[in-house]
């Protein structure tokens, strides 16, 4: 089997179509965790991936390229906090926020705290979606370790988590604001009429026609004048002809339809 036949068993496997992916880049990781694994043949390592559950989640926690952390990039959570949220307040104290592709629950739970400078926790609600389920898991524990909130501002840290030795777990007055489930950026439907959606250090791995798709569909997801916050390894190239306008760095406007 080569690396296509390959793409083919992932996606009737998992759904995930490694096609969307930057083929070097992610070909290099799999064959990494392949031979890791004691397999030389891509034949040999789906058939295993088909039974042993252990190796499948691996398998799909290693795709997924989970690297999260509270706070990342503190810069640009200081301007959504100043600066983004103000204006979209203005319009409503009911806002719709959706955290794609939100790993093990860092960000949207960063989004409940920020945004709780503004509105109490009960009117807060986070839509937080993840295509790998065991990211979700560790998300809704809501349990991290030390070096995950190195960049959190410390009142932050003493006022929603409680800590045990080394250990973090998030407070559930902010879980309960957090409403996490499994989705697929590249087949799934999107949430609709969003205020604000939050996309960070994702599409980064994604072909350019992959990315065509995901910026018309968080187009179609936002609401007239909605925000979307990418991440600070990545910039919308000619952003106008998805009608998403720069507002501030890593910050894009909704101006219209397409």
Known sequence: MDYEG????IYKLTGINL???????????????IRKN??????DYVKVLRTDKELYNEFINYLTINVSEFY?????WEVLKNTVLPGLLEESKKLKIWSSACSTGDEPYTLVMVLNHYLPLKDIKIIATDIDKEAIRKAEAGVYSEKSLEKLP???????????GSIYTITDEVKKQVEFSQHNLLKDPYPQNCDM??????????TEEAKVNVY?????ALRKDGILFIGSTEQIIMSNRYMLNPLRTFFYKKEGDI
């Open 6 to 9: 390959f793409k083919t068993e």
């Open 19 to 33: 096609s969307y992916y930057k083929e070097k880049q992610m070909k290099r990781r799999i064959d990494s965790l």
């Open 38 to 43: 004691g397999y030389d043949q891509y034949s």
């Open 72 to 76: 990342r990039n503190p810069e640009q």
């Open 154 to 164: 410390k009142p932050y840290i003493e006022k929603y988590f409680t800590k045990e």
């Open 197 to 206: 959606i939050v996309c960070r250090n994702v599409l980064i791995y994604f």
């Open 216 to 220: 018309t569909n968080f187009n179609r």
